[in-house]
């Protein structure tokens, strides 16, 4: 139901009775960590950390009774750590999102969804140790080095612009602004190394990677990473990655321009058959 811009809906297994008293006594237990409400997002998902930890042993072996409590948990942790409040009467679990601009809404909770998959991945035994790794100094070619070797001191850099700013003169600024930052495009190959720390390059744009609102997922076809690098700073530092792939499976945009949607496919084969489509389709 919808009032007043307020979405509310009303969480109702259908579990047995013991894994059902199960999930009324673990949501109760979140519920009582977000009363009174936290006042940051770091809080809700500090919450939502511990109620996922405290059920996650359930994982081992589970019957499917225990796989549908599972997935219960899961929709109600996902919900919260985007911002939905929980409520507990009786026996009704609800769920309800406040929100005064349903195109503002439907954002936040885009984003809080993408950054609740983001973070549900760097705390995966592998990538967080794949971060420790990183972040570790190490001996290499060129000497004792760790991700933050190649980042920038951004306090120093945001000084050096505000002086830049204060110049008077336009051909004086852009000269001294070329001197501050003097970006250039690196093309990851496969066991590339960075000529000023000896780190993987791949290694250094992954790790980046992990710092977007989305989580980090490999992609069907090929592929090209880029870092965009500053030659005007030791180490030359990372101020942006990017990366060329191949087309996604589904676009819905370009799919509906080209006819390969289901809908505009099916009904162009049906408006317009010929046996060169019914050989394909048979194939």
């Not at 190490?138 to 190649?150: A, C, E, Q």
């Not at 993987?200 to 710092?211: A, C, G, K, M, P």
Request: charged residues 25%; proline residues 5%.
């Amino acid at each position: 139901m919808v009032l007043n811009k307020r979405i509310a809906i009303q969480i109702a297994p259908k579990l047995a009775p013991r894994s059902l008293q199960e999930f009324y006594r673990r949501v109760r237990c979140l519920a009582d960590m977000l009363s009174p409400p936290p006042q940051t997002d770091a809080a809700v998902w500090q919450a939502v950390s511990w109620f996922r930890t405290e059920f996650r042993q359930l994982s081992s072996c589970p019957s499917n009774d225990t796989l549908r409590l599972l997935l219960t948990l899961n929709v109600v942790a996902d919900l919260v750590a985007q911002g939905w409040s929980l409520c507990i009467v009786d026996s009704t679990v609800t769920l309800a999102y406040q929100g005064t601009d349903e195109s503002a809404r439907s954002k936040d909770a885009v984003r809080k969804s993408h950054l609740v998959e983001r973070d549900s991945q760097l705390r995966e035994p592998a990538v967080a140790e794949f971060i420790r790794t990183m972040e570790r100094r190490r001996l290499t070619s060129k000497g004792w080095h760790s991700i933050h070797s190649v980042m920038r001191d951004g306090k120093d850099l945001a000084d050096r612009l505000g002086r830049i700013t204060q110049i008077a003169d336009v051909h004086e600024r852009v000269e001294q602004l070329g001197r501050t930052i003097a970006p250039y495009l690196q093309f990851v190959e496969a066991g590339g190394v960075c000529k000023q720390t000896g780190l993987v390059l791949s290694d250094i744009w992954r790790y980046f990677r992990h710092t977007w609102t989305t989580a980090y997922r490999s992609v069907p076809g090929r592929s090209l990473m880029i870092l965009v690098r500053d030659s005007a700073a030791p180490n030359h530092p990372v101020i942006g990655i990017a990366a060329l792939g191949s087309a996604v499976v589904q676009q819905s945009v370009r799919d509906r321009w080209i006819g390969w949607d289901s809908d505009i496919g099916v009904t162009t084969i049906l408006s317009k058959p010929t046996p060169r489509t019914a050989a394909w389709l048979a194939q």
